[in-house]
């Protein structure tokens, strides 16, 4: 029999996924644990993993003009490795912190501190949704193949930045933005000098929101001795740092734009720079509603940066059109 105020559906639902989520109500309840460690309960962590690729696919088809049926299997293909490949990290990521998440308040609700999975059993989850990944990467040009296996090693070097360095958001930005490259290789063939920078303008983006987000657990990192952004910058320093990493993310992305442009076509840059532009607003935006005290509005803030990171995609995808 269920506690008073409890559901069999909330049974094992991790702290800060989101209310109401479909994996706490709806998936089998066999599923739940690997759904979690996947993070199948808390989307966002997916949009950030995706949406570069998107920019770098976007960008890479204005640049060159051409729209194939390839592209669209690209856009999928795309989305579909990023829940899986955000799901391996995760779950590679809550192996590797097992020791630490129970620890923790907001985090010592997932499934293997709470003796949902075993260390072994999610081991081999991670491996599976690796596998399933690796299956359609292999779909894609060669170089983006090669891409795509390097990208593994910035995904298992991720967990253990936080014990080593006051940057452990540097390796989560090298890691999730690893798609502006792939997918603008997938499209073109090779990588280019374009890519790169919007590589490089998702890692400040990267910064911004992540430091954001780790300002939830400030408290707790101290004590048990793991290092973050939000530690080194403290509450005062905060918003000078994010102002800077908004400046970085802005500046390389329209630098990526002037880069892939076609050359004549202005209607095409006028909308393409919109995206940065848009970009920059959303993010000024966070910064006025910050309360690094306040773990709602963190958190808030923090899946707020899908909507920041879906806008270039829309002008992007606008600028094909023009």
Known sequence: MSQPGTTP??????????????????APAWTRPYLRLSRADRPIGTWLLLLPCWWGLLLAMVSDGQARWFDLWIFLGCGIGAFLMRGAGCTWNDI????????VARTASRPIPSGQVSARQALAWAVIQSLVSFGILVTFPPMAILLGVVSLLPVAVYPFAKRFTWW????????????????????????GLPAVLLYLSGMAWTLFYDTIYAHQ????????????TARLFGDAATPKWLAGFLGIAVA?????????????EILALVVLIAGPWAFGWHMMWQMRRLDVNDNDRLLM????????????VLFFAAALLA
């Open 96 to 103: 590797t912190d097992r020791d630490f998440d129970g620890s």
């Open 168 to 191: 452990p958001q540097v390796f989560l930005g090298i890691a999730f933005n690893w798609g502006a490259l792939l997918a603008w290789t997938a499209h073109t063939g090779s990588l």
């Open 217 to 228: 657990d400030k408290e707790d990192d101290a004590l048990i001795g793991v290092k973050s």
């Open 301 to 312: 803030l923090f899946r707020s940066n899908r909507d920041a990171g879906m806008l270039p």
């Open 9 to 26: 559906e909330a049974e094992g639902q991790v702290s800060d996924a989101v209310r109401g989520n479909w994996v706490d109500h709806y």
């Open 252 to 264: 390389l992305m329209g630098l990526a734009i002037v880069a892939a442009a076609p050359r004549g």
